[in-house]
């Protein structure tokens, strides 16, 4: 390979598992030469960018939901660990 640098990041990582192809060219040929190439052929906006773009919003969004819904969990487990000590402190009384 072109990239011979036995580490590898985690996002490259996430780039081969959102698309193995996509990442093997970039790892074989670079960015760099990948542009030149969609340059050539007059392509002047490639479909990885937008599809890019549409898995950023998509990971914006999933990041949203997941943030909410640990807020939610917390939420959830005071109100359980509250009612358990009101219980607790009822049942001592």
């Keep these: 390979m072109r990239k011979s640098e ?5 996002n490259e990582i996430n780039r081969f598992m959102y698309c193995p192809n996509q990442w ?3 790892r074989i040929y670079g960015t ?7 340059k050539a052929l007059g392509i002047e906006s490639s479909s990885h960018e937008s599809n890019f773009e549409k ?3 998509h990971h914006k969004r999933y990041h949203l939901k ?23 402190i009822e049942w001592i009384q």
């Excluded at 036995?6 to 985690?10: G, K, L, M, Y």
């Excluded at 760099?32 to 969609?38: C, I, V």
């Excluded at 997941?66 to 607790?88: E, F, Q």
């Design 24 to 26: 093997y060219y970039k």
């Design 66 to 88: 997941y943030r909410l819904l640990c807020y939610v969990r917390w939420a959830i487990m005071l109100i359980i660990v509250l009612s358990v000590m009101k219980v607790v």
């Design 55 to 57: 898995g950023m919003q």
């Design 32 to 38: 760099k030469a990948l542009n030149e190439q969609y």
């Design 6 to 10: 036995t580490r590898i990041s985690a």
